[in-house]
């Protein structure tokens, strides 16, 4: 598998509008995703219960998303500072945060301003009606391919546990959107660490559904994609 493959794949999956769309990319690259491409979310099949546990409406799972958006962005600010995170240099709260890294925060009633501001976190719609993808882009710190494990794809973890001006803490918001992505839950995750030091990188996670025909197991899981043992990736520079 070559870069260029993967990158073909990701556009695939991000420009299906539909979780029948996706399955129509999925039957036409059975080699990358074969069952032995799936792994557990969490690093464990007996997380689907705090999956699924996590947020009782989409609505509250949307916000969770932004939420997490947001604490991109200032942990990106934060870096950008020079300051470390999880340093005692690091703003104590969120609001110290804003007024650090947005000096101009007070200005949000000016329309350029908010526009400008309003670049960093987006919430597309894609798809027909009733039948909708939704897309969340930050400008946030990004991840690299072989971080996604140790965040993205992780529960419970606590990796931001010390830092004090985000909001989440222990990895597991992201994931509570799963349970209302479609039938087969599809949730397509694609990220670049900030400073350009690192590969795009991507996976797909989903819904296993257990068959009495295949399966032994009586329970279902929650898993993600990873070709080759790797998340795949592929490079891409900024324009």
Not at 50 to 60: D, K, L, M
Not at 137 to 145: A, F, L
Not at 179 to 203: A, E, H, M, P
């Amino acid at each position: 598998m070559t870069p260029t493959d993967y990158k073909k794949l990701f556009e695939e999956l991000y420009f299906a509008p539909t979780e029948d769309a996706v399955d129509t990319v999925i039957q036409a690259h059975p080699d990358f995703f074969k069952d032995e491409n799936w792994f557990p979310l969490g690093g464990d099949e007996n997380m689907f219960g705090i999956v699924r546990n996590q947020q009782s409406n989409p609505i509250a799972a949307l916000v969770e998303k932004v939420t997490n958006s947001i604490d991109a962005v200032l942990v990106r600010k934060c870096f950008e500072a020079g300051i470390e995170p999880k340093s005692s240099e690091a703003p104590k709260s969120m609001e110290e945060a804003i007024k650090k890294f947005f000096p101009e925060y007070k200005q949000w009633d000016l329309q350029t301003f908010r526009r400008k501001q309003a670049e960093e976190i987006q919430i597309v719609a894609d798809g027909p009606t009733r039948n909708t993808s939704v897309i969340i882009y930050d400008n946030g710190e990004g991840q690299r391919p072989e971080d996604f494990e140790n965040t993205f794809l992780s529960l419970l973890r606590g990796n931001k546990i010390n830092i004090h001006f985000v909001q989440g803490k222990y990895n597991m918001g992201g994931s509570g959107a799963l349970v209302f992505c479609g039938k087969k839950r599809y949730q397509l995750i694609g990220s670049k660490r900030f400073d350009c030091n690192s590969n795009f990188g991507f996976t797909l996670a989903r819904q296993h559904k257990i068959t009495e025909a295949a399966e032994t197991k009586r329970f279902s899981y929650f898993e993600y994609l990873k070709i080759d043992g790797r998340i795949p990736s592929f490079e891409m520079s900024y324009t």
